[in-house]
Nanobody, 124 residues
Framework: QVQLVESGGGLVQPGGSLRLSCVVSGAPSSRYFMAWFRQDPGTEPRFVASSSKSGGAWYLDDSTQGRFNISRDNAKNAIYLHMNSVKLEDTGVYHC?????????????????WGQGTQVTVSS
């Protein structure tokens, strides 16, 4: 059974930086196209960033262009979300997600496996 476990969330001031991690267990992460989504209370998860299986290609939501980056280390079965110049609206629960057969990158329905999430709060 594939499991995804996120970590690295916390409280950060506007303009600050944070790095989220997601570790894959149960199968090599190299088998999966992976992504980060943000979920606000009472809403559906919203796409933030995604990475191809090798990490050679990625997509970012327009709201995070120039501020966030996604990377992965398949030797460690991990993916990361590098959050820079954070804004108040970046607050939320960040989930990592994985799909084995590519169906698309931005819709939550594209992904087969999900982590429980890590809370990020941007506040002064």
């Amino acid at each position: 059974q594939v499991q995804l476990v996120e970590s690295g969330g916390g409280l950060v001031q506007p303009g600050g930086s944070l790095r989220l991690s997601c570790v894959v267990s149960g199968a090599p992460s190299s088998r999966y196209f992976m992504a980060w989504f943000r979920q606000d209370p009472g809403t559906e998860p919203r796409f933030v960033a995604s990475s191809s299986k090798s990490g050679g290609a990625w997509y970012l939501d327009d709201s995070t262009q120039g501020r966030f980056n996604i990377s992965r280390d398949n030797a460690k079965n991990a993916i990361y979300l590098h959050m820079n110049s954070v804004k108040l609206e970046d607050t939320g629960v960040y989930h990592c997600a994985a799909q084995s057969s590519y169906k698309g990158y931005a819709s939550r329905q594209d992904y087969d496996y999900w982590g429980q999430g890590t809370q990020v709060t941007v506040s002064s």
